[in-house]
């Protein structure tokens, strides 16, 4: 975790592992609305979500 002082005086922390799981979390749940709107199936909504950012990525090239 790394302290940081910004420009108007305030201090704060980073901790990069709560950022990575952030955006993992992120990643899923984007997946599973994409997933669900698109089959309408909450089975594949799962197995999307599981496959995160992947599903995104081919998501996006495919349509």
């Given at each position: 975790?790394?302290?940081?002082?910004?420009?108007?005086?305030?201090r704060g922390s980073f901790n990069a592992g709560s950022a990575a799981k952030a955006g993992?979390?992120?990643?899923?749940?984007?997946?599973m609305v994409i997933s669900y709107t698109t089959w309408r199936s909450v089975g594949w909504a799962i197995f999307h979500g599981l496959l995160s950012w992947?599903?995104?990525?081919?998501?996006?090239?495919?349509?």
């Open positions: 975790m790394r302290e940081n002082e910004f420009e108007d005086g305030r993992i979390s992120f990643g899923s749940a984007l997946a992947v599903y995104v990525v081919y998501f996006i090239l495919r349509y």
